[in-house]
C-alpha cells in the first residue's frame, strides 16, 4: 500500500482520485547507535532511509500526490526543473500514470543515477545551460502557458504527499522525536515535515512537537546567509539551490519549532557520507549526509544538553533523503582505487593484508 491509501485521512484526497502509486513510504527507521555515541549519553539516533523508496528518493511521497491529483484533473503531461531526485520520481509516476514527463535539468549537474533513471523511464530531458534555479523559471514559465501541470515542490501536493513521512516516524516510534533533522535545498521537504507533524498533533495522534533541524551546504546557504545565492556550489547536488521556493515556509518551521537551520561545508559533509557508509552500514547520497554531517557539527558545539542519567533518552530522527547508489561517482572519487595484484592467492592474501 502507498502513502496515500496509507494516510488518506489526512490528505486531499477523494474517492474519485485515481492513485498512481509505485508503493513508496514504509520506508526503515534504522538505529544509528555509532551516531548516538558522538552526540553523547543519553541520546537515540535514528535514520529514516529514504533511499528505499521505489525511485530511490523520498521525492516519491510528494510524486504520488502531484502525479494522482493531475491525472484527477485531466492533465496529460507533467513536467519539473531538478536537480534529479525529482525527475527521477516524476518519470517513474508519469509511466504509472501513462502520460507525458518533461524534465528541465541543469547541464552537467545532475549525479549520474538520477539521469539514467528518468532517460530509462522515457521521460523526455531537457538540459539546459543554467543552474536549478534558472531551470525552474523556464519550467513555471512553460507551465503557465502550456496544459502542463508543474511537479516541482511549489506544487502543493507534493508538500501534502511528502508530510507523510512524519505521520510514518511517530507511527513507528510510538512517540514524537525531539529533534527532526534534514536536509534543506529547495526547502520543499522540512515545509513538508513540519506540516505533518502539526497536523499529527491536531488531529491527537502525537502530543509534542520535535525541533526542526535543517542544514544547507555551506556553498549554498541562502537561508543562512540571508540572500540568494547567485551562483551556489556544493558537492552535495541535492541540495545546491540558490534561491528557495519555499524559503518563507522553512523559516517558519525553524521559528514554530524553535529549531534552527545552518550550514555544513562539503568536507563535512564527505566525512557524514563516509560515516553513515563506513561505521552505520547505511549508503545515502550526498545531500542525504549534510544532515547528519549537522548533528556532527551541533554535537561539537555543544548544542544538545547533556541526557539525564535514568531518565527517558532523548531522540533524534535524521532523514536520509537519497540513496547512495545515485550517485556513485562521488563514492569512487573520494575514496582510493582498490588495488590491482596478481591472479593468484599469494598475492591477493598479502594485499588484503591477512
Ligand atoms: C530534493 C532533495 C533534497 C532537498 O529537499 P528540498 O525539499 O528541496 O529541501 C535533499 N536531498 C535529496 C537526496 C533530494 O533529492
Known sequence: MGVIERYKEFLPVT?????????EGDTPLIKADPIAEIVGP??????????LNPTGSFKDRGMTMAVSKAVEEGSGAVACASTGNTSASAAAYAVRAKIKCIVVIPEGAIALG????????????????????????????????????LVNSINPYRIEGQKTGSFEICDKLGFVPDYHVLPVGNAGNITAYWKGYKEYKGAG?????????GFQAAGSAPIVDGHPIE???TIATAIKIGNPASWKQAEEARDESEGLIDKVTDDEILEAYKF??????VFAEPASAAGVAGVFKKAREGFFPPGDKGKKPKNIVCVLTGHGLKDPDRAIKCLESPPVV?????????????
Not at 42 to 51: D, I, P, Q, R
Not at 276 to 281: D, E, I, N, S, T
Open 15 to 23: 474517492e474519485k482520485t485515481p492513485v498512481i502509486s509505485i508503493e
Open 276 to 281: 553513515l557508509a563506513g561505521k552505520v552500514g
Open 42 to 51: 543519553g541520546y537515540n539516533v535514528w535514520l529514516k532511509y529514504e533511499g
Open 205 to 213: 495522534k502525537i502530543d509534542s512537537l520535535p525541533k526542526m533541524l
Open 342 to 354: 596478481d591472479a593468484n592467492l599469494e598475492a591477493v592474501v598479502e594485499a588484503a593484508g591477512i
Open 231 to 233: 551562483d551556489p556550489k
Open 114 to 149: 538520477k539521469l539514467a533513471q528518468a532517460l530509462i523511464h522515457g521521460a523526455c530531458v531537457i538540459a539546459v545551460k543554467g543552474n536549478f534555479d534558472e531551470a525552474l523559471k523556464v519550467v513555471i514559465e512553460l507551465t503557465d502557458k502550456y496544459p502542463v501541470t
